[in-house]
Structure formats: C-alpha cells, structure tokens
C-alpha cells in the first residue's frame, strides 16, 4: 500500500517521493480542453473556406456548360458544408445538363428546404417539373 501525506500548498506527497500539485493538474486540463475547443472552431472555419472555394469553381463550370466538372466541384463543397443551399441549386442544374432530372429534382427540393425563399432554386424546381410533364408537383 502507497502512503500519502499531505505537505502545505496542497501537495500531496507519495512515500516514493513524487509530488502532484492538483492546482496545475486542473490548469493544465483546462488549457487543454480550451486548445480543442480553439481548434474545432478553426477546423470548422476551414471547412467552410473550402466548401465554398470549391463551389466558386463548380459555378463557374455550370456557367461554361462543363457539367460533368461542376459535377465534381460541387459534390466536393457538398462534402465541406451541406448546409449551403446554394451548393444543391448549382448540383440541380448541373444533374439537369448531365440528363439526370430525378437527381436535379432532389438536389432543387433540398436548396429549398434550406432556403425557403430562394426563388431561383424555386423557380428551377417548377421548370425541372415542367419538363417532366409534373405540373401538378409543384408546392
């Protein structure tokens, strides 16, 4: 059995002589807990930068037609931040150009719901289910 007494200023003393100060265990606890909070919140600044990097360049992509590009730029920003209603508008048009209108539909109908009053993810949506002869489809 370990005996332990106690000496003044809080340090425990063990019989094999080693000293722990809990005063400096807690600060350097706290100090460590800080650093991840601190870094979480960079990270997820860093994660935002890139996402909408990434969809800096699928835009401009779906603007020169280059579908199957925008395509890969996008569901990279999907991929960083995909809670951006603006990333599922670009994906809707460029699954529309790439032919696949169901995916288009899903990707318009997630803008929306991101974004309630975005009239040209709205807009997109009616003429995505006008084309498929789905008048009745619209909210």
């Not at 200023?9 to 100090?31: D, I, N, P, Y």
């Not at 925008?70 to 991929?79: I, V």
Request: proline content about 3%; charged content about 25%.
């Amino acid at each position: 059995m370990v005996k332990t007494t106690m000496k003044p200023k809080g340090t425990w003393v063990h019989e094999r002589g080693c000293h722990r100060t809990w005063l400096a265990f807690a600060a350097v606890s706290l100090s460590l807990i800080a650093v991840v909070i601190l870094l979480s919140c960079a990270g997820s600044q860093k994660r935002k930068e890139l996402g909408d990097n990434h969809l800096n360049i699928g835009t401009a992509y779906v603007e020169a037609e280059d579908y199957t590009a925008a395509l890969k730029e996008l569901l990279e920003a999907e991929k960083y931040t995909q809670e951006n209603p603006k990333i599922h508008y670009y994906l809707a048009i460029a699954y529309f150009g790439k032919g696949y209108s169901e995916k288009a539909i899903e990707a318009c109908e997630k803008a929306v719901r991101l974004k309630p009053d975005y009239s040209s993810a709205y807009n997109f949506l009616g003429t995505l289910y006008y084309s498929r002869g789905q008048y009745d489809q619209f909210p």
